[in-house]
């Protein structure tokens, strides 16, 4: 059975953080008052993330375990899979402020360089050791002035890299469990365990260290735990299974946004567990979704765009913000900036030019296409998932 709806899923994610940083017209604020309200939490999406990583990195794991492949072979995949894509997305969000400098000058005849005394443009000023903190993202431990939350640490090259510093201290965890194959549950509930007191604190989240955001990573560990031994909707629902599934998962929707459009503010923690039921229900789903797209063509090319949205999902995450000013940059000239038209033509724009990154700078170090593409995470109910599945 696959799993192919975990990779839309890390689109929307991806698309709902981009979202949150950007400044939506008030045209689609007065049109679609709702929709804009759950834009201003896209932030969850980083939630979101965290409960797939937590699921993906498992169903790796285990299969690592199964087929008796040594640690190193899971870290080589996972640094493989983060890192190459992270360093060209360096060199791409350094150069953008650059670009747009020089497409200002076009309108002004004279060249002005990005102001270095912007914070968000603090790279311009990085020393050796700066570059290398960055590069490895040990930039998440460093004391940064001023500094209220780990994005503030990397907001003067990209805000959105502190998530993969926590990503990689996860993968380190898993790699410790993997050492020790037999106890591999019982280390991962261990770290659960400790990590709750750290996400109770709220000035360990400064520290830069994975504990505090564990618990979200924790959440899709036991997703994949609970399918893994056949803890499916399936099995517990029977017949009715959809039924209670469409119900189960359509109210969580509802109420999240009801309770969003009203003001209310879901906690990340909440938010993360929440999502792990939803992705529990909504697996009754997935093999019918996929024999459909199979049969209607317009349900074919649904599906395959959700598909590349979720492929293209970590590059989407990596340089939309750096993007967007650029791209508005130059709409600005053609499409009045206070319209429906200007916001769906941004985010489009955007969304095709990640793709192209992604096409170029991280499909090379994925496994292959077709895997991305299909959302890839199988298994049998009594044998482990296949490796790749959730790279």
Not at 124 to 150: E, K, M, Y
Not at 221 to 228: D, F, K, M, S, T
Not at 267 to 272: I, Q, V
Not at 369 to 387: C, V, Y
Request: net charge positive; proline share 4%; with cysteine.
């Amino acid at each position: 059975m696959r799993y192919a709806m975990l990779e839309p899923c890390r689109g929307f994610a991806a698309l709902w953080v981009l979202s949150f940083h950007y400044v939506w017209s008030t045209s689609f604020v007065s049109h679609f008052p709702l929709l804009a309200q759950v834009a201003r939490r896209g932030d969850l999406g980083v939630a979101m993330f965290f409960v797939i990583s937590g699921f993906c990195i498992t169903a790796s794991a285990r299969s690592s375990i199964a087929k008796s492949e040594p640690v190193g072979g899971f870290l080589y995949r996972r640094a493989r899979r983060i890192y190459p894509p992270y360093w060209l997305s360096i060199a791409v969000v350094a150069t953008i402020p650059f670009i747009m400098s020089a497409i200002s000058s076009v309108k002004v005849h004279h060249y002005v360089p990005p102001d270095a005394t912007n914070y968000n443009y603090g790279y311009i000023h990085f020393d050796f050791l700066h570059w290398l903190r960055i590069g490895t993202l040990a930039q998440v431990f460093a004391s940064v002035p001023n500094a209220t939350d780990l994005s503030y640490k990397f907001t003067d090259l990209n805000a959105v890299y502190w998530t993969l510093a926590i990503e990689v201290q996860f993968y380190a965890v898993v790699a410790l469990a993997l050492m020790y194959r037999k106890y591999f549950y019982s280390i991962l509930i261990a770290v659960t365990a400790i990590s709750i007191p750290f996400a109770l604190v709220s000035s360990t989240y400064m520290w830069g260290i994975f504990f505090s955001y564990w618990p979200m990573f924790a959440m899709g560990v036991l997703l994949y735990w609970l399918l893994e031994r056949g803890h499916t909707p399936m099995k517990l629902f029977g017949g009715g299974a959809a039924a209670v599934s469409a119900l189960a998962g359509a109210g969580l929707i509802a109420a999240f946004c009801v309770y969003t459009a009203s003001g209310g503010q879901t906690d990340r923690f909440l938010f993360s567990a929440l999502f792990a039921v939803f992705l529990f229900f909504f697996f009754v789903f997935d093999e019918p979704a996929a024999r459909g797209a199979d049969r209607y063509l317009i349900t074919r090319g649904a599906m395959w765009l959700a598909m590349a949205l979720g492929a293209m999902s970590y590059s989407l995450y990596l340089i939309h913000g750096r993007l967007i000013p650029l791209v508005a940059q130059v709409l600005r000239q053609v499409v009045p900036s206070n319209t429906l038209l200007y916001d769906a033509v941004l985010v489009t724009a955007t969304c095709t030019i990640c793709y192209a990154f992604y096409w170029v700078c991280e499909r090379p170090f994925a496994t292959t296409r077709k895997k991305e593409l299909s959302g890839a995470f199988e298994f049998s109910r009594r044998s482990s998932p296949d490796q790749e599945a959730c790279q």
